[in-house]
């Protein structure tokens, strides 16, 4: 056997067992789930809470828990990121507690109290039930969608099949495979990857206002790619940069705050700018006469 042929063929093996272990071990690398005992007590300092169980059709329990305002203005859907559980989480609905505004987050399967066998149908199927029965309790206009890093794909996508009053993305991605091929250029992500979350294809179908905040020194997910998204429907988007923030410490940020508090307590409304400058040229180049 011809040494290039011996060598070719080696590297199809190690090309195709990568392949196999990226297909079977991506939930390691994707999710870093908390595991909570079920009679664990959650505890949060000045807020008041309630713990709920939702059932599903697969018998898998989602754990969640709802975070009350003082006469609130509506409800906020926080959709977590890939780490840790609502027990840390769960210190974040002050932002929107504070601005008067009830705020629910659950757990995704397997993590947690909530189980069940993950994959991205269930995760969506799942989220669309806790979306289903805040719609009995509150009007869809009094419903905000709040999608953090890897949940601003599944609020993307809630969002699309929803009315909700309006689409928050802090720190989304264009889609999951985007993110991953980044590490991984020379896999095909497309026919891999069981997350592929295109967060830019369900924007193409949300009709509500959509707010992205994102940090201009963001390392895992670069700003450029909010840029990117936000292009999708720009009358209806309007791109919030979080100056010198990275990606998991934009609560650490006064803007951040100035900017939230902004856009939960406003309608992104279409402006009338037919007596504005819109249309008008900033200067125009003379002809040379010949």
Not at 191 to 214: F, G, Q, S
Not at 271 to 288: C, F, P, T
Request: with cysteine; net charge positive.
């Amino acid at each position: 056997m011809p040494y290039w042929l011996y060598v070719l063929m080696i590297v199809i093996l190690v090309y195709l067992v990568i392949s196999v272990a990226l297909y079977y071990l991506q939930e390691y690398f994707l999710f870093k789930p908390e595991k909570l005992p079920k009679d664990f007590q959650f505890n949060y300092e000045n807020q008041k809470f309630e713990e709920y169980n939702i059932t599903t059709r697969d018998n898998a329990v989602i754990n969640g828990i709802w975070f009350r305002a003082n006469e609130p203005k509506g409800v906020v859907l926080y959709l977590k990121g890939n780490s840790k559980s609502i027990k840390g989480w769960g210190k974040f609905a002050v932002d929107f507690t504070r601005n008067g505004y009830d705020v629910i987050m659950v757990d995704y399967r397997g993590f947690g109290k909530s189980t069940g066998r993950r994959s991205a149908k269930a995760i969506k199927r799942d989220l669309q039930l806790v979306y289903d029965k805040i719609k009995k309790r509150v009007a869809e206009k009094y419903i905000i969608l709040y999608g953090r890093s890897l949940g601003s794909g599944f609020a993307a996508k809630l969002a699309s099949m929803n009315n909700p009053r309006m689409l928050i993305l802090d720190a989304p991605y264009y889609s999951l495979t985007k993110v991953t091929a980044r590490y991984m250029p020379f896999m095909p992500l497309s026919i891999l990857l069981r997350y592929p979350l295109p967060t830019y294809k369900w924007l193409k179908y949300v009709e509500c206002p959509i707010h992205i905040i994102h940090g201009t020194h963001d390392k895992l997910i670069p700003f450029k790619t909010s840029v990117k998204l936000s292009r999708i429907k720009p009358k209806s988007t309007r791109l919030y940069p979080v100056i010198d923030g990275g990606h998991k410490n934009l609560n650490n940020f006064e803007s951040y705050h100035k900017m939230l508090t902004e856009i939960v307590n406003s309608d992104l409304e279409e402006m009338d700018l037919s007596n504005s400058s819109i249309n008008v040229a900033h200067s125009k180049k003379k002809k040379r006469q010949a």
